[in-house]
Structures are given as structure tokens and as C-alpha cells.
């Protein structure tokens, strides 16, 4: 037990300056670091293009977005439907607000190198709503509007790898253990990007043939 009383000044100061350094990271910070600048950055574009799309059809309802490709690929029908503002305002605006986030907290990871606990807690629970809103998401295109939207598509892929690392590095600088999930991050990713994409080639295969004439 520290006992202040027959510490000098100097001495306390310095022992409260080191409580307050965050904790060392675990191994892997600096390449979870660079994910979540680079999926902050391309979530971030995604969303404010979705967002620029959204305008521009309040502006005019009629009006062909860049990202309507086809029938299948269609931004418009989701910035048309109520579930693009799942909150009560639009999701691009939460989606800007969370991906730059992402980008600042990838940044200052980098500069910092480590964080303190209570910023892992706060990457774990952001893991979760992500995979929350990223099921949502996909059961709303693939179910409900049987449409994807190109953008989307973007943010997707950014979060795919936000989430596989957040658990392994939340895991490990918490509790000081590596998971299976860390150890296997890269294939989790690459298997779980191809399983959406695999599930929707099956999933839309009639609309595609449809119109490339397979």
C-alpha cells in the first residue's frame, strides 16, 4: 500500500503522472490502429456520398444517382425508405459521426500506442452495435429490399475488419489473453466478406442473369 504521508512532493506527482499513462497495448495495436484509420476513412467517404445522394433526391425525387447502376445495385431505394433514418435522422449523418470517430481513434492509437481501459470497454461496445446495424443492414437488402446499395456495399467492408479486430484486441488488452478470434482475424475477414458476397451471388443470381444475360 502506498503510504503518501512519507512521500515528497516530487515523488507523488510522479506516481500519479504513471497512474494516469494508459496501460501498455497488447501485441497487434499498431496494425489495429491502421484498420481503423483505413475502414474509418473509406466508411467515412462511403457514408458522405450516401449522404450527398440524399440531398440531391430531396432536391429532385426524380433525379438518377451515380451509384444507381442497375436494378440491383441502387442507392436510392434505401435513401427513399425509412430505414435510412433508422434513428429519427438520416444514417449518414451517424454514419460521418461514427467513422470519423474511428479515424480519431485510430490516430490517436497510433500516436499513443496504447489506451486506456475504459476506451477498450467503449471499442467493445461500439463492436457490438456495429454488428447490430451491420446484420440489419444486410437483412434489410437482401430481405427486405432486395436491393444492394453500392455504398453501402463500401461500409460493409469497412466494418467487417472494425468488428474481427475490435473483439481480439478488446479481449487481449482487457484481460491480457489472446483469442482464437485475433490469432485468425485475417481469415475471419476474408471468409466472412466472401460468405456475403457467395450468399449474394446465390441470393440475387435470377436478377443478375436477368440483366447481364446469363
Known amino acids: 500500500m502506498i503510504n503518501f504521508d512519507e512521500m515528497t512532493?516530487?515523488?507523488v506527482d510522479a506516481?500519479?503522472?504513471q497512474q494516469e499513462k494508459s496501460p501498455v497495448a497488447a501485441r497487434g495495436a499498431r496494425e489495429f490502429s491502421i484498420v481503423l484509420m483505413v475502414s474509418g476513412i473509406l466508411g467515412l467517404v462511403a457514408s458522405i456520398q450516401l449522404l450527398l445522394g440524399e440531398l440531391e433526391l430531396?432536391?429532385?425525387p426524380a433525379a438518377s444517382l451515380v451509384c444507381d447502376v442497375n436494378?440491383?445495385?441502387a442507392c436510392s431505394t434505401f435513401l427513399n425508405s425509412w430505414e435510412g433514418s433508422l434513428l429519427?435522422?438520416?444514417?449518414s449523418y451517424v454514419g460521418i459521426a461514427g467513422f470519423l470517430s474511428m479515424l480519431a481513434l485510430g490516430t490517436y492509437l497510433i500516436v499513443k500506442k496504447s489506451l486506456p481501459r475504459v476506451m477498450w470497454i467503449l471499442v467493445g461496445v461500439a463492436a457490438a452495435v456495429s454488428v447490430l446495424a451491420l446484420f440489419w443492414f444486410q437483412y434489410t437488402s437482401f430481405i427486405v429490399a432486395r436491393t444492394l446499395c453500392p455504398w453501402c456495399l463500401v461500409i460493409w467492408a469497412a466494418l467487417i475488419p472494425f468488428i474481427t479486430q475490435s473483439v481480439g484486441q478488446v479481449r487481449a488488452n482487457l484481460t491480457g489473453q489472446d483469442s482464437a478470434i485475433w490469432k485468425y482475424r485475417w481469415a475471419i475477414i476474408v471468409i466472412w466478406i466472401a460468405l456475403v458476397f457467395g450468399f449474394g451471388l446465390f441470393y440475387f443470381y435470377d436478377t443478375l442473369a436477368r440483366i447481364y444475360g446469363w
Open 9 to 11: 512532493d516530487e515523488e
Open 88 to 91: 429519427g435522422v438520416s444514417n
Open 58 to 60: 430531396k432536391a429532385d
Open 71 to 73: 436494378e440491383l445495385l
Open 15 to 17: 506516481y500519479l503522472a
